[in-house]
């Protein structure tokens, strides 16, 4: 079952790359490994904290206000890795800059609580919790290899190969778009083949 | 006092130099959502001036004289999600009653609103310390951040949905359709707005 979840959450319902959630943290912050590992990671966090409370308190909260309620309980831990990244990690605190508290808005983590969280018990939506995150986590890095390669010949800050001259543009803000286009592009052409249509 | 120089650097900057969904990546989820029909496009952009002009004035008003006075801004984050979405309910229920024909054109994109990141990330960005001159904005400075940040991701969806709607019978490869070729339209639509950041604005007037 625990390998079905895992195989559900990075591959038949990518986040990113099929379900397209979290689309803005995912190409701003991708532009470096340790960026797109860091983000991933935090919003893990929040994703599986939430999913349990959410899960545990779902009939307590009424229906009609659940999602103001879910987004309290969403950016209480928020908080948290804010105040966290701002102790611990404060390089990566000004990397990601704005794109912290953004996760409050981050639409897979909503999405989750939504779709899941609020409909299931606690040990299965830690576990949707966990391998969503997973998902976001790896679709993050792969697109954060591509770009960090492609657009300053580094990969986790150490440089890729001396001949090979980088291409700004991929670190720029159109670089993501074409980078998300054709990694998406990829993981539907293999859907498809896979499919064999 | 209010500076009409810093309020023109304002606009150009959010406008066209830090365009909120071209170049700071915010708002994704409505911009490629919304931007299927141009009419649709058009009712998504005006209620979001509008959102994000009356919460940037509350947000700096709540930050500067509750949050910031007992020095609880580590609930900048809750407070400003939770403001966003009582205005968010106020305003439909205004709109409701008073205007509406108002309430026709933008309801359904109303409640879309509350979790789209643009209106978050720019009360953010109007009371965080400014990266370029290191001072925060003053409230007219940070409304008109906030208006003027609505135009340009309105600017953006706008082009967007033109363009969408024209290539909307192109034949594309099988796996591109959809989203992906929408990403592929934003990027070149983002390479064309980075000629935009060679306006050397802020050093020329800060200077």
């Keep these: 079952m625990i390998s079905q979840e895992i195989k559900r959450g990075i591959i038949d319902e990518n986040p990113i790359l099929v379900l397209a959630l979290g689309l803005c943290p995912s190409l701003a912050v991708s532009t470096s490994v340790q960026n797109g590992f860091g983000m991933g990671m935090a919003a893990t966090f929040v994703l599986t904290c939430s999913n349990v409370i959410i899960s545990l308190l779902r009939k307590v909260i009424p229906e009609k206000v659940r999602i103001p309620c879910f987004i309290v309980i969403i950016a209480t831990f928020v908080t948290i890795v804010q105040l966290v990244l701002k102790a611990y990690f404060p390089a990566l605190d000004k990397q990601l800059g704005i ?4 996760i409050v808005v981050n639409c897979v983590i909503l999405g989750r609580a939504e779709a899941y969280a609020s409909k299931n018990n606690v040990f299965r939506s830690l576990v949707d919790g966990l391998v969503m995150g997973l998902g976001f986590t790896i679709a993050l890095c792969i697109l954060s290899v591509i770009r960090e390669v492609l657009g300053s010949n580094k990969l986790l800050g150490f440089k890729f190969s001396p001949r090979f001259q980088p291409m700004t543009v991929f670190i720029l803000a159109p670089g993501g778009f074409f980078t998300i286009a054709f990694v998406m592009g990829m993981v539907r052409h293999l859907g498809n083949r ?3 249509v | 006092m ?3 120089i810093s309020l023109v650097e304002i606009s150009i900057g959010a406008v066209f130099i ?6 700071r990546f915010l708002g994704l989820c409505p911009f490629f959502g919304v931007s299927k029909k141009l009419s649709s496009a058009a009712g998504m952009g005006m209620a979001v001036i509008f959102v994000m002009a009356i919460a940037s ?5 709540m930050y500067h004289y509750v949050l910031e006075l007992y020095r609880l801004d ?3 984050t809750i407070v400003f999600i939770l403001v966003i979405a009582g205005l968010v309910q106020l305003v439909e229920m205004a709109l409701q009653k008073y205007s509406p024909t108002l309430y026709e054109a933008l309801g359904i994109f109303l409640p879309l609103i509350t979790t789209n990141c643009a209106v978050l990330g720019v009360t953010i960005i109007n009371t965080d310390l400014n990266q370029v001159t290191g001072m925060q904005y003053t409230l007219i400075e940070s409304v008109w951040n906030g208006v003027m940040s609505g135009v340009g991701f309105s600017l953006a969806l706008l082009l967007m949905a033109g363009i969408r709607e024209k290539t909307e019978f ?3 490869p099988k796996a591109l359709e959809g989203l992906p070729i929408a990403f592929i339209t934003a990027g070149l639509m983002a390479l064309a707005f980075l000629g935009f950041s060679g306006l050397n ?4 007037v800060g200077g």
């Design chain 2, 74 to 76: 580590y609930l900048r």
């Design chain 2, 57 to 61: 004035s509350l947000t700096w008003l």
């Design chain 2, 201 to 204: 604005f802020f050093t020329v």
């Design chain 1, 194 to 196: 896979k499919k064999g």
């Design chain 2, 2 to 4: 209010v500076n009409l």
């Design chain 2, 170 to 172: 192109a034949p594309v």
């Design chain 2, 18 to 23: 830090n365009n909120f969904v071209l170049s």
């Design chain 1, 99 to 102: 794109f912290v508290p953004l």
